[in-house]
């Protein structure tokens, strides 16, 4: 389903026309459906990463290790780290740990200044704000050598994109009306309109039937959760 298709289909199930339904608003609408989407999608994709597939690069961003360095930006589009790796000077490649700051309190009672004060290989790396603090603090300098793989927002919409018109949302196609169906219910819930039920109750099929897709994708990933066992005696 193209965009075109999508704005048609909004129009066609809320009875508006691009002069009763102004482009700006259809935009902000059909991304405001699109981040939803991609949102269940990423919190019920397990083992196969999503990414939106309009994308043009990786999910993975790698960039300089500077000695005596310790906080290092992030990128807007990091929504979610999934891991952290860190490239010594020998070139392999090791996991970093996430640090918990809480345990170190409680237990350790260090002050995160004395934490592995001595300058080295990072083995740890503590998340605050738009940073990240390596511990301990690198001792040598090293192109590529910081390695963050990243969930990140779909790729929305731009203005420019609906009057091209040929663009398709980035995730399987089986389940692209959902888009037009969360704006159509979001108008006809402003307008007051008696069908606006009638759109979420078909929301929620599809987006159940959508979770359960995601879900299930990868036929190799072995579920780690369990279920508690219930004695009848």
């Known amino acids: 389903m193209t965009i075109t298709d999508i704005v048609n289909k909004v129009y066609k199930q809320t009875n508006t026309d691009s002069t009763s339904y102004s482009a700006a608003n259809m935009l902000l609408s059909i991304n405001n459906a699109y981040e939803r989407v991609a949102s269940l999608i990423m919190q019920n994709d397990f083992g196969w990463e999503w990414d939106d597939s309009n994308q043009t690069d990786l999910i993975v961003s790698t960039t300089t290790l500077t000695s005596g360095q310790q906080d290092y930006s992030l990128a807007v589009t990091h929504l979610i780290i999934d891991r952290i790796e860190v490239k010594n000077s020998s070139g392999n490649w090791t996991i970093l740990t996430q640090l918990d700051q809480k345990e170190l309190k409680r237990y350790s009672q260090i002050a995160l200044a004395e934490y592995r004060e001595t300058n080295g290989i990072p083995a740890e790396y503590d998340l605050r704000g738009n940073s990240i603090f390596l511990y301990p603090i690198p001792d040598y300098t090293q192109a590529a050598s910081l390695k963050i793989y990243f969930k990140r927002p779909p790729a929305l919409f731009t203005s420019a994109e609906v009057t091209t018109g040929t663009k398709v949302p980035g995730f399987n196609s089986l ?25 979420f109750n078909l929301i929620q099929i599809k987006e159940k039937d959508l979770i359960n897709f995601y879900q299930k994708r990868n036929k190799d990933y072995q579920s780690q959760l369990t279920t508690d066992q219930i004695s009848f005696r």
Request: proline share 8%; net charge negative; charged share 15%.
């Open 175 to 199: 389940f692209h009306d959902i888009i037009p169906l969360w704006v159509s219910y979001e108008y006809a819930v402003e307008k007051l309109y008696p069908n606006a039920n009638g759109f």
